[in-house]
């Protein structure tokens, strides 16, 4: 029969194309069928004797590819996904433990990154942000003039002066973050507000949400503005939501002013995370613009750039234009020195499409280096879970053997496994996204301080959807692939003789698991490590002695602008202000402050003192400031009663000032003199004595030289006073005691006030976070590694059943045995933390800079940490171990 | 490898309407077992060349008939009537045989409808 069969040498051309057409088809379908349709193509083609016939046999089988093959890839895939369902149906445990694993861990990931994509990703909901700039003084304006805010770069006068002469913006607004009083007199309440100067709406491309929004025209004219516009939070909260009548007023800084317009939902302005309740045009408080303070940096001034303008042209155009700018706004009663900086500063134009954000500033680090965490932790996880994988795939070897015996397809295997863990990933994502809506909410929370929560926009956008998808795919991959690359070793004989034994083929996976196991080790050294440096340096910030009382203090605000006071009397009113305060009873002591410490205010004054010439904080303070601060005084005498108005000026300095001014020597009699500036002469004062040094505005950083002056001798003395109250009462209780004494003794004075240990942890709230997630994720760490190390030592002792008792019946002693597996987890903690000493090194340098006097390689960090997983990870063998001490020689040899 | 479903119990009914191409490739095998182009051939040959499948249609038709269990496959041989070269077979099952009368029925009480209706001349 064979002979009579035409020999054909070669196949006609178009069958080889139309054959590796069939490419397209998946596999087991060209396996399958494909040999039988290239033939039946071959004899249509051969059949066929036109060009034209031939030409639509061609387009019949092109056409038929295109439409048939993406069925068979979709039936396929369902038919993937029926069976993986069926599979994963049979072992709801260990579904249920994947999902659970895998929504935990990208759950966290995901509100991670969504906080991250808020604050620093997504762009400005306003018309096309990436063409906003903001024009700052290039490398910052040093601590010239006076700054109140962060976001605050430019001076007013600058500002009109780049309105009126600037070419590169088709829109430009200026604009300050503030507070603002709302309401009369008693009822006066602050709320957050939001100052513009310019057609702020206009230049960004927001619509108000109701009325009109403030324009061009209702900003820079001569105080007060007469409109003003509310947010969209406050308008539903105080106002209802209701629709906008003329009728509307609000009292905001004493001045009646017309509600005009509501700004939309989730508008911020150019800070990303701060939300205000009312927009207040800037106006001239003197009535014209050349009337202005031009020390007073306190508006930041953004743009729009003209079609067909970049950043650098707008820059270079700023550029030429700054010398005439500075020349033309130099503020009074500067020293030449001080001027002639003023003068050399250059402006240009940042871009600015995200906004700008304090927060940003303060959390972006750490949240990037969380997001790292959860990475690590998610990336462990997929280790267990791959391991867990690998010991069903043993179980399945029998299965996958059969299959193979009966014809199966390798790809067709692995795509089976492809598509069980990839419903276990798709599931595990979906969960670990609606978790992260929580625990993303829960971060911001955690963020709050006693000014409220941020807020921010934490919407789903497809960079989280993005984001989400990638870290599950990695997972998938992660744990799934193990699997896959173990089927590809089975061969379908040996596994059937292998399971018919009840054993299989199981080196290959236990030096896997090992390998596993020591990564996982490692990366939980890492996370172990981050979580002791980050709790440690939380813990010592807290219990830090920055020289200065922190608790016990309430800070009270106190204001007289309504009571008539002549400027010469301001002092006494403030003295009996005082006096009236400590005699509430609970106040242990009370003085006023023109800067309160540690919270990040500074006031910085130009000093020269004998042939040194250099800076230093300067503070006017009342009598009694350093006992009620418990300021510690180690030379000469503190500030009195008896230093005023009249007496000789004088001042008390630290011990830093004396170093660096004095050389370490005492300065006390020494005369230091102030270089002017605005409203500060300079001025000469006779050092009397000196105190401790303290930290000044920040807990982190180093004491600068400081100078304490007598309230008494400020030279710019208004009706407000800062008064630190020392008393063992709450701080609200107080303030309570106290606004109703002063209502008394003071009519017309309003006061606030707020505690200052509390507030000093306010700003404490980014460490907090990360000591708490990062000692969160170094447990979790040590736990999975924990499990993982366990599943090992107990599958291990499992495998080796027959050999631990052939040994036991060789007479090997049960320490023996214990000791034989704990040597083996010895070796692998041996190489997983050895590699994670390394690795923890230089992870931890990254962070070096969030750290608060704990050293990134501090060895008993990095040893201690090793040696509590080691601990840890011993302790979880030592059942697993005993387990195989216990193994009886008779019934594991029954076994075989 | 792929787990086939296989519908033990179906009743014929169940599988009605046949998309056009199974029912006539069901047809084809009505009168002998056939490999995949004498199929192809039939079909062209029964609708005076109006219906033709390409390989691509064919074979998917035909493992859903294998999946439904409708047809079997048979042992390749030689086509002497061909080129000789072997090729796969197919024939109809029990329950294909079953499937294809029960659709011609179905044709059938249709095509007397529209006669009965006069939308198609009355039956000579």
Redesign the interface.
Same mark, same amino acid.
């Given at each position: 029969?064979m002979a009579? +069969?035409?020999h054909r040498a070669a196949r006609p051309a178009a069958e080889r194309v /139309?054959r590796a057409l069939l490419a397209v088809y998946p596999g087991? /379908?060209r396996d399958?069928?494909g040999r039988?349709?290239?033939?039946? /193509?071959a004899? +249509?083609h051969r059949a066929a004797s036109t060009f034209g016939e031939r030409l639509l046999i061609w387009i019949? @089988?092109l056409?038929?590819?295109a439409?048939? @093959?993406p +069925?068979?890839h979709a039936a396929?895939l369902m038919?993937d996904l029926r069976?993986a369902i069926r599979a994963l149906r049979k072992d709801k445990t260990f579904a249920l433990t994947v999902v659970v694993t895998l929504a935990l861990g990208i759950g966290a990931n995901t509100a991670i990154f969504q906080l991250i994509a808020a604050l620093a990703l997504r762009s400005l909901p306003v018309r096309a942000p990436h063409e906003l700039v903001e024009v700052r003084i290039v490398g910052g304006s040093h601590g010239f003039g006076i700054s109140n805010s962060f976001y605050a770069q430019l001076t007013r006068p600058l500002w009109y002066a780049i309105r009126d002469q600037q070419k590169a913006f088709s829109g430009a607004f200026a604009w300050a973050a503030g507070r603002a009083r709302i309401g009369e007199r008693s009822e006066t309440r602050s709320a957050a507000a939001l100052y513009v100067s310019g057609d702020m709406f206009g230049v960004l491309g927001v619509a108000p949400w109701r009325g009109v929004p403030i324009g061009r025209l209702d900003t820079d004219l001569p105080c007060p503005s007469p409109r003003a516009m509310v947010s969209h939070g406050y308008w539903q909260r105080e106002m209802g939501g209701r629709d906008l009548r003329p009728s509307d007023r609000l009292r905001l800084n004493n001045d009646w002013m017309q509600i005009v317009g509501v700004t939309p939902p989730g508008f911020t302005g150019m800070a990303v995370g701060e939300a205000f309740d009312v927009v207040i045009p800037l106006c001239l408080p003197h009535g014209s613009e050349a009337n202005l303070r031009r020390e007073f940096f306190d508006v930041s001034v953004v743009g729009r750039l003209q079609p067909g303008w970049t950043p650098e042209r707008a820059t270079a155009h700023l550029d030429a234009l700054s010398a005439g700018w500075f020349e033309a706004t130099v503020p009074a009663g500067y020293s030449a020195e001080g001027i002639a900086r003023y003068k050399g500063f250059r402006l240009a134009a940042y871009p600015v499409p995200s906004g700008v954000s304090v927060l940003r500033e303060r959390y972006d680090r750490a949240l990037w280096l969380l997001l790292g965490m959860t990475g690590l932790v998610l990336l462990m996880a997929s280790a267990n879970l791959a391991n867990l994988l690998l010991a069903r795939a043993a179980a399945r070897d029998a299965e996958v053997a059969i +299959?193979l015996a009966?014809?199966?397809?390798r790809p @067709?295997l692995a795509r089976q496994f492809l598509a069980e863990c990839g419903l276990l990933a798709i599931a595990g994502a979906l969960l670990g996204v609606a978790l992260a809506q929580g625990l993303s909410r829960i971060l911001i929370w955690s963020l709050a301080t006693q000014g409220g929560a941020p807020t921010l926009d934490l919407g789903l956008d497809w960079r989280v959807f993005a984001f989400t998808a990638a870290a599950s795919v990695l997972t998938c991959l992660a744990f799934g692939l193990a699997p896959i690359v173990r089927a590809r070793r089975i061969q379908a004989s040996g596994a059937l003789h292998a399971s018919a034994r009840g054993m299989s083929q199981d080196r290959g996976r236990a030096a896997t698991q090992r390998a596993l196991v020591a990564a996982q080790t490692a990366m939980s050294l890492v996370l172990v490590v981050g979580a002791l440096l980050f709790v440690q340096s939380f813990r010592r910030l807290a219990t830090f002695d920055p020289g200065i009382r922190r608790s016990g203090i309430t800070v009270g605000i106190f204001g007289y602008e309504e009571t008539p006071i002549a400027k010469e009397r301001l002092n006494d009113y403030q003295r009996g202000l005082v006096a009236s305060i400590r005699s509430v009873p609970g106040v242990i002591d009370a003085a006023t402050t023109t800067n309160i410490p540690l919270l990040g205010g500074s006031w910085t004054h130009g000093i020269t003192l004998g042939s040194v010439k250099n800076s230093a904080k300067f503070t006017w303070v009342g009598p009694r400031y350093f006992d009620t601060m418990g300021i510690r005084l180690v030379e000469g005498r503190g500030l009195t009663v008896d230093d005023t108005t009249a007496s000789a000026r004088v001042a008390v300095v630290n011990q830093t000032f004396a170093r660096t001014f004095a050389a370490g020597a005492s300065p006390i009699g020494r005369t230091l003199t102030t270089h002017a500036e605005p409203d500060y002469p300079a001025t000469d004062y006779q050092i009397v004595g000196v105190i401790a040094d303290t930290r000044y505005n920040d807990l982190r950083a180093p004491t600068p030289a400081m100078v304490y002056a007598p309230d008494s001798q400020f030279p710019n003395m208004g009706p407000w006073a800062t008064v630190m109250i020392r008393s063992d009462l709450p701080s609200d209780v107080l303030m309570r005691a106290i606004k109703a004494r002063v209502r008394q003794t003071h009519a017309g004075v309003l006061g606030d006030g707020f505690d200052f240990g509390a507030a000093i942890n306010d700003g404490l709230v980014g460490q907090r976070l990360m000591a708490m997630l990062a000692g969160f994720f170094g447990a979790v760490a040590a736990l999975v590694a924990v499990v993982g190390i366990y599943g090992m030592v107990a599958y291990g002792v499992e495998r080796r059943r027959r050999e631990l008792g052939v040994r036991a019946a060789l007479g090997a002693s049960r320490w023996r045995l214990i000791a034989m597996v704990l040597r083996q987890v010895a070796l692998i903690l041996a190489v997983g933390l050895g590699t994670g000493t390394v690795l923890a090194a230089v992870a931890a340098r990254s962070a070096q800079t969030m750290l608060f006097e704990v050293g990134p390689q501090d060895p008993w960090v990095l040893g201690g940490a090793a040696a509590l997983i080691a601990a840890a990870a011993l302790a979880a063998s030592w059942l697993p171990a005993h387990r195989a001490s216990m193994v009886s020689p008779l019934e594991a040899l029954r076994q075989d | 490898m792929s787990p086939r479903p296989v519908p033990v119990e179906d009743s014929p009914d169940s599988f009605l309407p046949l998309p056009r191409d199974t029912f006539h490739i069901l047809v084809s095998l009505a009168d002998r077992d056939r490999h995949g182009y004498s199929v192809m051939l039939d079909v062209a040959e029964r609708t005076d060349g109006s219906l033709r499948l390409s390989p691509s249609s064919l074979y998917a038709a035909i493992k859903r008939l294998l999946g439904q269990g409708l047809i079997v496959e048979l042992a390749e041989r030689p086509d002497p009537e061909h080129d000789d070269e072997r090729r796969r077979y197919y024939q109809l099952t029990p329950l294909g045989r079953r499937v294809a009368k029960a659709e011609a029925r179905r044709l059938e009480r249709l095509l007397a409808d529209a006669r009965a209706t006069g939308l198609l001349p009355k039956r000579g």
């Open positions: 029969m009579t +069969r035409p /139309f087991e /379908f399958e069928y039988e349709m290239a033939l039946v /193509f004899d +249509r019949e @089988a056409w038929g590819l439409t048939q @093959a +069925r068979e396929m038919q069976y +299959r009966l014809g199966g397809s @067709a | -």
